[in-house]
Structure formats: C-alpha cells, structure tokens
C-alpha cells in the first residue's frame, strides 16, 4: 500500500534530574555535595533514507518516543545521554506542525536530517549549588522537559518527469516502455492507484525520472475520483507529459484535453504553466486520423509540443524521451547536480 500522508506525535525525552548526593568517607563526618548532573533527553530526528518510497511504516505507529536522559548520581556521576530517535522517511518528505500547518522542513537529499523534537537538558546535580552561606545543599535541578508535538507528514515524491491524463490513456503503458518500472496496467479507468516512479535512460550516461499517477478525472481538485491527492506528486516535477488518447474509441481528444488542463489549472500551484509536452497515444490504434491531424493543430496552436506514441509498436518512443530530455535540460536540469 502507499500512504503519502500522516499524522505522527513525536516526544523528545526528558532531561534526566540532577543528583542532591553527599561525600561519605571514613573519618570525614560531613562531606560535601557531590550530586552529578542528568544527561539530555535524546532529540527525535527525522532523516531521509533514498529506501523508502512510501509512509506507510507511520499509518500503523503514531506516535514516538525518545529515551529520557539517566538521572545524576552520587560521586559526581552524570546521567547517561539519550540516543537520540531516528525516524527514516523517504525523500520527499514535508514536515508540518499539525496545529499551525507551518512547514518546518522539506526533506530531500539521502541523509537529510533534521531535528523534531529536542532533548531535555539534564537538571544539575547539588555541587553546582553550593554558596559561601549553604555548603550542604540538599537542592538539585529536575531534568528539562523534552519537546513534544503532533506533525504531519507530506510525500511528495522527487520526480523530474509527470505523466498526466485521464484514465486509460496509457500513461502506465509508457512507463513501462520507456523504463524498468513494472506498474499495474489493464484495460480499465483507475487501474493505477498509487504514484510509480521509473528511470529514464537517456544515452549512455543520462537519465530523469518519470512518475506515473492515477488518472485524472473531472473534479479532481474537488477530490472526485483519485486525482487531486496525486496531483501533488507531480508539483515538483519540472516538466509534465500531457496523455490524450488517439485511438478515438473511447474518449473524444479535445474534451480529454480540456478535462486535464482544467484540473492542472484548478489544482493551483500552477502546474498549467510547466513546461509541458502533449503525447497522442496508441497512434497504433486510430481510427480517425482526420481528427488526430485536427488536434495536432489545436495542441501546436496552444503553443504546446505535439509528440505522437505508440506503446505497441514503439513509434515515437524515442522522440518523446529525446524532446523530454531537452525541455528538462532547458528547465535546468542537472544543472549543479554534477559530481
Ligand atoms: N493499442 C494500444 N493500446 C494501448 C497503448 N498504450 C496503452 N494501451 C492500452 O490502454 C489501456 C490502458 O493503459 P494504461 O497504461 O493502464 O492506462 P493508464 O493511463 O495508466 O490508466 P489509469 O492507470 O487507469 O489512469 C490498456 O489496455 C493498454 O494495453 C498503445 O500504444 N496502443
Ligand atoms: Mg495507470
């Protein structure tokens, strides 16, 4: 399953207390203090891990705990330091504050780590309190309590590439043939129920990824059908394919078109202005090519790329990752990637 959404409570531990502790040795009657301090609280942390894909470990688990730090002890002894909690998400991952919906973080890079929920700092032991006028103090300082909050955790998947378009219209079916991605493809709307990513080979050395969605339908951004939840996965990608089906079975190109403009538009982070390439897929397959040539020049009007696919035959396969490759570098692609 793909969980791209929760809500977790995170609690850093509490600061161990200090220590009110007193020498005693052979013949010194009244020693002195000698109470360690507490160790800290151990931080909740998040860090990326290029592993994961999904949220879906946090959909059954809440809520985390860090350990408190140890109490101070006699002997001047401080407290053992918590380790802090590690909690791995994948890359893409946005942080909220539940309560205030602030981002506190935008979590991207392998490694990324950032801090959650702080430690307590350890209360200190009784030495620290010793005054000219109070050589025997019996008072310590209790633990800082650790940070504790409800946050929200946001996939967006990293993706260079989006497929977009209604049910059916073959955007699994590319995917599959332009890299080794494996998604769910059939002969049925919504046969796609959760974001799949794929690498793409470009020459020798270059690549971009490509992420595949569920189909868009009317009322998407409304939450009809699954498209408005996935819209967000495509929010980072730099340039979008826009797939209408060419076959003329189903589905009439010009009200395919509009449908998803329309959502692109309505979803507003203004996904309708990326740079974006129109596919006509299973050209294979047409019925009508009096219609297809018409809608090559309303697409080409609209200022758009018009690359025409098929997933069977393979014809224009190439094209279409060669003009992607461009329009991605033109985007800035791999630009300080390097290295
Ligand atoms: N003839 C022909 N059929 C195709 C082509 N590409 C896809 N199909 C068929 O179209 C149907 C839908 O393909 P999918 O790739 O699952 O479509 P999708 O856009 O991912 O659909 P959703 O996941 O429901 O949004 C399947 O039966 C495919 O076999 C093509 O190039 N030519
Ligand atoms: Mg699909």
Redesign the pocket.
């Known amino acids: 399953m793909f969980v791209d959404r929760v809500k977790i409570y995170v609690k850093a531990g509490d600061g161990g207390a200090g220590c009110v502790s007193f020498r005693r040795e052979k013949y010194v009657p009244k020693g002195g203090p000698d109470g360690g301090d507490g160790g800290r609280g151990g931080d909740v942390i998040l860090e990326v891990d290029p592993h994961l894909f999904t949220l879906i470990d946090y959909k059954y688990k809440p809520s985390y705990r860090a350990q408190n730090g140890g109490h101070g002890k006699g002997k001047k002894m401080k407290g053992k330091d918590a380790p802090p909690l590690v909690l791995r998400v994948p890359p893409g991952t946005v942080v909220k504050d539940a309560e205030t919906g602030r981002i506190l973080a935008d979590l991207t890079e392998p490694g990324q780590r950032f801090v959650v929920a702080k430690g307590g700092r350890g209360g200190r032991g009784n030495v620290h309190f010793v005054k000219p006028w109070r050589q025997a103090p019996r008072i310590a300082e209790p633990g800082e309590k650790g940070e504790e909050r409800w946050i929200i955790l946001e996939l967006k998947l990293i993706a260079d590439v989006g497929l977009v ?1 209604l ?8 995917l599959s043939r332009v890299s080794h991605a494996k ?1 769910a ?3 049925y ?4 129920l959760y974001p799949v990513l794929g690498v793409v080979r470009v020459g020798e050395y270059e690549s971009f990824v490509m992420a ?1 969605i ?2 868009i339908i009317e009322g998407a951004h409304k939450g009809v059908g699954l498209g408005l939840d996935f819209l967000r996965h495509i929010e980072r990608t730099k340039v979008i394919l826009q ?1 209408v089906d060419m ?1 003329g079975f189903e589905v009439d190109p010009f009200k395919a078109f509009e449908v998803v403009e329309k959502e692109l538009k309505e979803y507003g982070q203004g996904l309708e202005k990326r740079p974006r390439i129109v596919v006509g ?5 047409v019925q009508n090519w009096a219609l297809v040539n018409r809608f090559e020049e309303f697409v080409k009007e609209k200022g758009f790329d018009f690359v025409k ?4 035959t393979g014809v224009g396969l190439k094209e279409l990752v060669g003009r992607t490759w461009r329009l991605l570098k033109e985007a800035g692609h791999g630009q300080g990637e390097e290295g």
Request: net charge negative; hydrophobic share 35%.
């Open positions: 378009g049910p059916n219209a073959g955007k699994s079916t590319l998604p493809i059939a002969d709307p919504f046969t796609t595949d569920p189909g797939l076959s897929t299973k050209i294979d397959a696919v098929s997933a069977v």
